[in-house]
Structure formats: structure tokens, C-alpha cells
């Protein structure tokens, strides 16, 4: 949702003028606490609003159309239900905390945290004043409400996946404050352990936040709660709510008014008092009551998963640092390395279409490119110590700024990894210290086809100039056929396949399980890496890429936590879709849930099919590796040949 421009603010603040006289407050309905299932997405989304809005204005429905299915479903499209009077109380001794320096306009210029605190405070019973919260409190960032000129005074704030709550100084350390809010969390019957968000916000007089709903993970999992503070004209406060534009309905805003509202339904507010004064609300965010194992009741949040976020109390003048989705302390710096994850391969099975989806989510931050080669390709070989190649391998990924923000995380996506441990596993102990904490992503397909997409891929001449350099040419006047031809007589010289008769087309077992998982194997494994594994190419190894329980166990092998691995099939994600998919990537990751937008898988293309006898000889040459990868794997996913048609 983007920015609403000036001149469309200019014409809902007209329209709120009019309002005044036009249009009346709803009557104050206690409908009790909105459930969030009914915050699961905007309501503009939901068609049965329009339908109930048909209702009130035609008297003729077709809402039996939805079968919705109980009275509380029906009560979800009256009019109103957007809005719920929760009660009416004494903010007396709120008005004397928030009244002193609230009428004073925001200043025009924001000024660094840094720059704050270096300023003298005016008086420390202003609560408004950038410095003093600066230097007292803790300054927070609300990049659209500062752009307006909306003041703030924040008790408690969260990020935006609801990971962690701050607790404010002023909060925690204010017996005062917390007293005077008493009454609010009396009506609402919640504890302060509930909320994840509370704040006052002062809306400077002549001012419009246009019509709009709020966005972000933590929408659907929180109450929205409004209580008036300082109003000194409630006529002249113009507050409206409903599931869509044209049915927004108004809202009392006198004084102590606690009111809950849908804010994934459609709202705005102008203030249109004449005697130049800010308008204060105290709004707050609370989570819904579960229970936990053990009976006990608490506050969490579930979808898609149960979690409680984390509660800090910071100290006077910590410093946050923020991005739009989070929040971090300054105390926290450089608390992740860079990078985070890295996706090893398998080439051509979907490790294009695995990043992208990765990286459409808020906390996860692209490399400068997606391949960054870096322990293979581009390794400096020039380069003496173990601090330079470091500083080498970094400039790959947006390691300064992302040492701020370690909320938010980095990977590289480089598929020739897999393939390549003889160089890559040494390279990366070397520059990145934390290896054993990264986590790995592998991502296999059925390797009869993911050969074929290979070649297809390497010899097509579509695509940029640096992509067609990068695939090479050695297989440009070769068949599919030649080139299987060739890497397997690279592997026999290898010594990587005595089991295999290359001109008979078929498999010893004996032989096979004579000499899989050996030493032996393990050393024609490195001599192939080190005499066929080209750098720079990518006209090599069309067949040993398919071998995956091969090139899996060195890495295995070198990561002590076998848990840091998570091995994927391009063909089940397929099956089970993107967003199942996406959540064990970012379950593996440790990020929180978020919904993939963009499903259209990447970097693919049609091909023709090979020749029946050439997918049979590679079908017999595979099967014993896929066995292989299933006892690897010991998982019931990979139970029996994954890839048997």
C-alpha cells in the first residue's frame, strides 16, 4: 500500500469538515472483543461486507449465498461491527501525565538519536520532547505518523512480527503511568503482559491520516484498542471505521471513550478543532489468552504456530534501531554474522525459485547477487590472511548495514557449492567463523531430470552476455548423449565409479556396495573434484551433480549439527505448494511466518524430452545413489526411491 498523496489528504480533510454536520456518531455498542478470526485479512477483501452493506441500504441480501454458518459469523457483517464500545472511563490522571507540552507542535526536522541526546531537555515532565524520551526514555521511529507531525509518547512497542516487546522506561519505571492506566486495562479485563503495543499519539490541529488499514504481521494477531485523552472539541474529531470506504461509520471521541476497532477494516481521523490543539488517543495493542500445557492461561500468539515474543525492559536512553518490519537494540550490534544461511544446490532443482521466495520475506535481506561464488569462482586467490579473505567474501553481502539490524538476516544462494566440498568446506572455516551456526538449504530433483534441464540450460543461447559467458561452451557441439558420456568417463578416471560398465550400460552391486562410502571413494571423489570440477563454467559434471548423497556427505561430515541441514524436493514442493514449502524454509531459519506473494517459480524453461533408452540407462545408473540419499536422509519423506515414477 503506498503512500496517499497530498492532494487526496487535502480532499478527505475537506470531506471531514463536512462530516462534522453530516454525519452523527454510531451509537457507543459494547459488541465485547472482536475476534481476531475476523482479522485474518483487510476486510475490503471479504466480499460478504458488500453484500451486508447491500443490505442496510436496499433491504435485499444474498448473504445466504456464503452459508455463513452461525449467529457469530452473521454478527461479523452487521453494520458497525468494526467498531466495539468497550466502556467509558476516568482518564483524569492520564490528561495531567500527557497535557503538559502536548499542544506544542513537532519539530520540523528529525534529528538523529546521537544528536538528540547531545540537546538540552526542557523539562523533563514533557513526555513529548524528542530529547527528553531521547535521553529518558527511548526514541522510536513511526515513519508515516512522524511525516504528519504526529507526536508520540511510547510505552511499549513491538516489532512488526511480534518477535519482541519493549517495554518502556516510562512504563516500567513510572508507577504513575501505570496507575493512571489502570482503568483502561480494567475495562479491556487484560494484564500488561498482554499488550505488545501502547502508545499516546498527539494529531496536530488542521491534520488528516487518510483513509487506509494497517498492514504488517502483527495486524491479525492483536486488538486494537482507542481511548480519547485530551480532546477539547469531540465534535470536531472525525474518526471513521468500516469494512470498506463507503461504509465507514463514525466514532465518539470524548474523552475516556475505550473502544476497540477492526484496523484491517478501513479508518481515518481528522482533527478539525479550531481552538489550535492537539488531539491525544492512548492506543494500545493486546494478544489474545491461550493456555499452555499446563493449563495455565497466558498470553501467546498462535498461526501458524504458537510462540510467546520476548519481553525487555529497556534502560533510560537505550537506543533502538528500526527498519520497516523491525527492531532491534543498539546493545545488540553485529549479534549475527554475515551471512546467515547458504543454499548449496542442486543446480538446476530450484535454487533460483528457493532464494526468491526466501527473499520476498521482510527479514531477509538479498546478497548483492544471488550467486555470489565467493568460496569458488571468485575465492581471491591472492589474498595472504585470513582477515582479508574475510573482508573479500563480505563485500558480497551487505554486511555493514545488516550488523545494525540483527533482527534481519543474509545468505548466499550458490548451487555449485554442493558439488565443490573438496575446495568449498575448507574456504568457509576459514572466513566464517560461525559456520557451525549457519544453517544449510539443499534442493534436490528426481537427477534423470534435473541432467537433462542441465544440459539444456549450459547449451541454450538465451540470456545475458555474463550468463551465456558463465554456462560455457564445451557442450555446445556435444548431444545429451556425449555428454553424459563424457562425465562419466571423467568419474572412471577418476576411479569415482568401478561399479559402472560405461559401454555395457549397467550396474555391479557388488562392486557398488563394495566401494560406496569408503575411503577409496572419498579420495576418487576429491581427484575428480580437483581434475574435472572447472571454475567459471558451467559445462561440467552433468551427471556426479545428480549423486547427492555423495557431494551431501562431506558437508555433513563437516557440520557437526546435523540439524543445521535441511534437504527439500523440488517435486514435493510442487505437490504441496510454495507457502507449505516456505514454512519449514523459514521454520529451518528460525524466521518467523510470512506469506510468499509472488508463487511463479524462477529461471525455468521447456525442453524435449530425451530418448527412452538414454532415461532408462540413467534410471538404472541413479537408483542405487537415490537409496543412498534415503539412508542418509532416514527420513519418511525419502522413503524408498524418491524419484521412481
Known amino acids: 500500500m503506498g503512500a496517499t498523496p497530498q492532494d487526496e489528504i487535502d480532499k478527505q480533510h475537506g470531506e471531514a469538515y463536512d462530516a462534522i454536520i453530516s454525519m452523527k456518531c454510531a451509537p457507543m455498542v459494547d459488541r465485547g472483543e472482536i475476534p481476531l478470526a475476523w482479522k485474518v485479512e483487510p476486510t475490503m477483501n471479504d466480499p460478504r461486507y458488500n453484500e451486508a452493506e447491500n443490505v442496510s441500504v436496499n433491504g435485499n441480501s444474498t448473504l445466504d449465498t456464503f452459508q455463513l454458518k452461525n449467529e457469530d459469523e452473521q454478527s461479523r457483517y452487521n453494520l458497525g461491527s468494526c467498531i466495539s464500545s468497550r466502556g467509558q472511563v476516568d482518564v483524569s490522571k492520564l490528561i495531567n501525565l500527557v497535557t503538559p507540552g502536548c499542544h506544542i507542535p513537532?519539530?520540523?526536522?528529525?534529528?538523529?538519536?546521537?544528536?538528540?541526546?547531545?540537546?538540552?531537555?526542557?523539562?523533563?515532565?514533557?513526555?513529548?520532547?524528542?530529547?527528553?524520551?531521547?535521553?529518558?526514555?527511548?526514541?522510536?521511529?513511526?515513519?508515516?505518523?512522524?511525516?504528519?507531525?504526529?507526536?508520540?509518547?511510547?510505552?511499549?512497542?513491538?516489532?512488526?512480527?511480534?518477535?519482541?516487546?519493549?517495554?518502556?522506561?516510562?512504563?516500567?519505571?513510572?508507577?504513575?503511568?501505570?496507575?493512571?492506566?489502570?482503568?483502561?486495562?480494567?475495562?479491556?479485563?487484560?494484564?500488561?503482559?498482554?499488550?505488545?503495543?501502547?502508545?499516546?499519539?498527539?494529531?496536530?490541529?488542521?491534520?488528516?491520516?487518510?483513509?487506509?488499514?494497517?498492514?504488517?504481521?502483527?495486524?491479525?494477531?492483536?486488538?486494537?484498542?482507542?481511548?480519547?485523552?485530551?480532546?477539547?472539541?469531540?465534535?470536531?474529531?472525525?474518526?471513521?471505521?468500516?469494512?470498506?470506504?463507503?461504509?465507514?461509520?463514525?466514532?465518539?471521541?470524548?474523552?475516556?471513550?475505550?473502544?476497540?476497532?477492526?484496523?484491517?477494516?478501513?479508518?481515518?481521523?481528522?482533527?478539525?478543532?479550531?481552538n489550535n490543539k492537539h488531539r491525544v488517543h492512548m492506543i494500545l495493542d493486546y494478544v489474545d489468552m491461550v493456555h499452555d500445557d499446563a493449563g495455565v492461561s497466558d498470553s501467546s500468539l498462535s498461526s501458524p504456530s504458537s510462540f510467546r515474543p520476548r519481553r525487555i525492559q529497556l534502560s533510560p536512553g537505550e537506543t533502538l534501531l528500526q527498519t520497516r518490519r523491525s527492531i532491534d537494540r543498539a546493545l545488540d550490534k553485529s549479534k549475527r554474522p554475515t551471512p546467515s544461511f547458504l543454499i548449496l544446490g542442486a543446480q538446476k532443482a530450484g535454487t533460483t525459485s528457493i532464494y526468491e521466495y526466501l527473499n520476498q520475506h521482510p527479514l531477509v535481506v538479498k546478497a548483492r547477487r544471488r550467486e555470489t561464488h565467493c568460496l569458488d569462482w571468485r575465492w581471491n586467490h591472492t589474498?595472504?590472511?585470513?582477515?582479508?579473505?574475510?573482508?573479500?567474501?563480505?563485500?558480497?553481502?551487505?554486511?555493514?548495514?545488516?550488523?545494525?539490524?540483527?533482527?534481519?538476516?543474509?545468505?548466499?544462494?550458490?548451487?555449485?557449492?554442493?558439488?565443490?566440498?573438496?575446495?568449498?568446506?575448507?574456504?568457509?572455516?576459514?572466513?566464517?567463523?560461525?559456520?557451525?551456526?549457519?544453517?544449510?538449504?539443499?534442493?534436490?530433483?528426481?537427477?534423470?531430470?534435473?541432467?537433462?534441464?542441465?544440459?539444456?540450460?549450459?547449451?541454450?543461447?538465451?540470456?545475458?552476455?555474463?550468463q551465456i559467458q558463465a554456462r560455457g561452451k564445451e557442450w555446445l557441439k556435444l548431444t545429451f548423449e556425449d555428454v553424459i558420456r563424457l562425465d562419466m568417463c571423467n568419474m572412471k578416471k577418476s576411479g569415482l565409479i568401478p561399479y559402472w560398465d560405461i559401454d555395457r550400460e549397467e550396474m555391479d552391486m557388488d562392486a557398488f556396495n563394495a566401494f560406496v562410502g569408503t575411503n577409496c571413494e572419498d579420495e576418487?571423489?576429491?581427484?575428480?573434484?580437483?581434475?574435472?570440477?572447472?571454475?567459471?563454467?558451467?559445462?561440467?559434471?552433468?551427471?556426479?551433480?545428480?549423486?547427492?548423497?555423495?557431494?551431501?556427505?562431506?558437508?555433513?561430515?563437516?557440520?557437526?549439527?546435523?540439524?543445521?541441514?535441511?534437504?527439500?524436493?523440488?517435486?514435493?514442493?510442487?505437490?504441496?505448494?510454495?507457502?507449505?514449502?516456505?514454512?519449514?524454509?523459514?521454520?529451518?531459519?528460525?524466521?518467523?511466518?510470512?506469506?510468499?506473494?509472488?508463487?511463479?517459480?524462477?529461471?525455468?524453461?521447456?525442453?524435449?524430452?530425451?530418448?527412452?533408452?538414454?532415461?532408462?540407462?540413467?534410471?538404472?545408473?541413479?537408483?542405487p545413489h537415490n537409496a543412498r540419499l534415503e539412508r542418509l536422509l532416514s527420513d519418511e519423506e525419502w522413503s524408498g526411491d524418491p524419484w521412481v515414477k
Open 383 to 466: 589474498l595472504n590472511n585470513a582477515t582479508e579473505r574475510k573482508k573479500h567474501c563480505l563485500s558480497f553481502f551487505l554486511a555493514k548495514e545488516l550488523k545494525f539490524h540483527p533482527s534481519c538476516m543474509t545468505g548466499d544462494s550458490t548451487p555449485s557449492y554442493l558439488l565443490d566440498s573438496y575446495r568449498c568446506i575448507p574456504r568457509l572455516k576459514k572466513v566464517f567463523d560461525h559456520y557451525e551456526d549457519m544453517k544449510y538449504i539443499v534442493m534436490t530433483r528426481d537427477p534423470v531430470k534435473r541432467a537433462k534441464s542441465h544440459y539444456e540450460m549450459v547449451t541454450s543461447l538465451d540470456g545475458t552476455p555474463e
Open 524 to 623: 576418487a571423489f576429491r581427484a575428480y573434484s580437483k581434475d574435472h570440477v572447472k571454475m567459471g563454467s558451467g559445462s561440467h559434471s552433468l551427471i556426479s551433480r545428480g549423486m547427492y548423497e555423495l557431494q551431501l556427505r562431506p558437508w555433513m561430515c563437516a557440520i557437526s549439527n546435523k540439524e543445521a541441514f535441511l534437504v527439500l524436493k523440488l517435486e514435493t514442493m510442487k505437490k504441496v505448494g510454495v507457502q507449505t514449502t516456505m514454512k519449514k524454509v523459514f521454520e529451518h531459519l528460525n524466521l518467523p511466518y510470512y506469506k510468499v506473494e509472488d508463487e511463479s517459480a524462477k529461471n525455468t524453461r521447456s525442453y524435449n524430452e530425451m530418448t527412452l533408452k538414454t532415461e532408462h540407462m540413467l534410471r538404472r545408473f541413479y537408483a
Open 106 to 274: 513537532a519539530a520540523t526536522t528529525n534529528k538523529p538519536v546521537s544528536e538528540l541526546k547531545k540537546m538540552a531537555t526542557n523539562s523533563k515532565s514533557n513526555l513529548w520532547d524528542e530529547v527528553n524520551a531521547a535521553k529518558n526514555n527511548a526514541h522510536v521511529v513511526r515513519p508515516s505518523h512522524d511525516a504528519w507531525g504526529i507526536k508520540k509518547i511510547v510505552l511499549m512497542f513491538c516489532d512488526d512480527f511480534l518477535q519482541t516487546v519493549y517495554e518502556m522506561p516510562w512504563w516500567h519505571s513510572n508507577p504513575a503511568m501505570r496507575n493512571a492506566m489502570k482503568p483502561i486495562l480494567d475495562a479491556l479485563n487484560i494484564k500488561p503482559d498482554r499488550i505488545v503495543r501502547m502508545l499516546f499519539a498527539a494529531l496536530p490541529p488542521g491534520t488528516t491520516i487518510p483513509v487506509h488499514h494497517d498492514t504488517g504481521a502483527w495486524v491479525s494477531k492483536t486488538h486494537r484498542v482507542h481511548v480519547p485523552i485530551v480532546v477539547d472539541d469531540p465534535d470536531r474529531i472525525v474518526f471513521r471505521c468500516g469494512p470498506n470506504e463507503s461504509s465507514m461509520q463514525r466514532v465518539s471521541c470524548i474523552p475516556g471513550h475505550v473502544f476497540e476497532m477492526n484496523n484491517q477494516a478501513k479508518h481515518a481521523v481528522s482533527n478539525c478543532q479550531k
